[in-house]
């Protein structure tokens, strides 16, 4: 499904608000304040794996897993531009990865996948009540806050961002700034 501006629905939501929310809101933020993005890569991707075609829609994706992997490393991309922004207030961006959760976000999901999710958060889920700690958590942790980690799973357990980000910004970082860019342009 697209937007009437032609950018396929999720991409729209889940990779350019979030990066308009981020840009935008460090402006009213105070200084030594923290952001968290709960839509963070948390593993070590192949990165050949971001497949471009998929987030300017002339693609669809396979599998879901090639939308879901376009969609997080475009929020990984976000992140790391976005920390390079606020540094100069002090503060700082920590991505994280809920685990599994059940929540109402997941609506429209087909019932296969409902069934996976409803499966998968009964033997190894989290209530929304232990992410909402585990996030609040994350937010106010020194680590966090010193930078010595960008990334929090969903135990609490920081790292900084797999090793291949610094490869994955040179090949996609621009491109995608450049590409939300154009796309917020054209709604000014």
Same mark, same amino acid.
Request: aromatic residues 10%; hydrophobic residues 40%.
């Given at each position: 499904?697209?937007?009437?501006? @032609?950018?396929?629905? %999720? *991409? ?7 990066? $308009? ?12 304040? @923290?952001?968290? %993005? !709960?839509?963070?890569?948390? %593993? ?19 599998? /879901? ?5 376009? !969609? ?12 390079? /922004? *606020? &540094? ?6 920590? @991505?994280?990865?809920? @685990? ?10 087909? !019932?296969?996948? &409902? !069934? ?14 232990? $992410? ?6 994350? /937010?106010?942790? &020194? ?21 291949? *980000?610094?490869? /994955? ?16 342009? &054209?709604?000014?």
């Amino acid at each position: 499904m697209f937007t009437s501006e @032609g950018l396929e629905r %999720s *991409v729209a939501t889940m990779i350019l608000g979030r990066y $308009i929310l981020f840009k935008e809101s460090h402006r009213y933020m105070k200084d030594d304040a @923290g952001i968290l %993005s !709960i839509l963070a890569y948390g %593993s070590d991707p192949a990165l050949n794996f971001f497949d471009r075609s998929l987030i300017t829609g002339e693609k669809e994706p396979a599998l /879901l897993i090639d939308a879901l992997t376009a !969609i997080l490393f475009s929020s990984e991309i976000t992140i790391q531009k976005i920390d390079q /922004l *606020v &540094k100069s207030k002090n503060m700082y961006i920590v @991505g994280s990865f809920p @685990g599994l959760v059940r929540t109402d976000l997941h609506a429209n999901m087909s !019932i296969a996948m &409902k !069934i996976i999710e409803y499966l998968g958060t009964a033997f190894i889920g989290h209530t929304e009540e232990e $992410i909402g700690y585990n996030e609040a958590c994350i /937010l106010v942790s &020194k680590a966090a806050r010193s930078r010595r980690v960008s990334y929090i799973d969903d135990r609490l357990i920081g790292r900084k961002s797999f090793d291949g *980000v610094e490869e /994955l910004l040179q090949q996609h970082g621009q491109w995608l700034m450049q590409f939300m860019e154009d796309h917020i342009k &054209k709604w000014r």
